[in-house]
């Protein structure tokens, strides 16, 4: 499991991103409950994750309703799959509109960049 915490704050949201090997609906739901067992995630207002797995996309949007649509057409664009991203909000009192789904794009942005940097690409 790789969390980059603290990676966008705007109007007193926050957000982090994590991510890992997933395979299953089953496996995504553990992911996040084993993130959850951390008191800050704990405390977290949405947990918006996407998968891609050979049977089919898997998005839950955690009540930040259309998150999981952007993490999941990131990673089909990116092509990857088996691969659980999970982006965390602290919501900070205050509505930020449509810049809530740039900050969606951009954690997901950031995981998939330190992804890359830490397995060169062998293609």
């Known amino acids: ?72 057409r990131m990673l089909e664009r990116e092509g990857l799959h088996d691969h659980l991203i999970v982006v965390t909000r602290w919501f900070g009192g205050k509505h930020l509109g449509g810049d809530r789904f740039r900050h969606v794009q951009d954690a997901v942005r950031i995981y998939l960049d330190a992804l890359k940097a830490e397995a060169p690409d062998h293609g």
């Open 1 to 72: 499991m790789r969390i980059l915490d603290n990676i966008i704050s705007d109007r007193g949201s926050k957000y982090a991103v994590s991510g890992g090997p997933c395979g299953s609906p089953q496996e995504a739901r553990a992911f996040v409950q084993a993130l959850c067992k951390t008191k800050k995630f704990a405390k977290a207002t949405h947990h918006s994750w996407a998968l891609l797995t050979p049977e089919a996309p898997l998005k839950n949007d955690d009540g930040e309703t259309g998150a999981g649509m952007v993490i999941l």
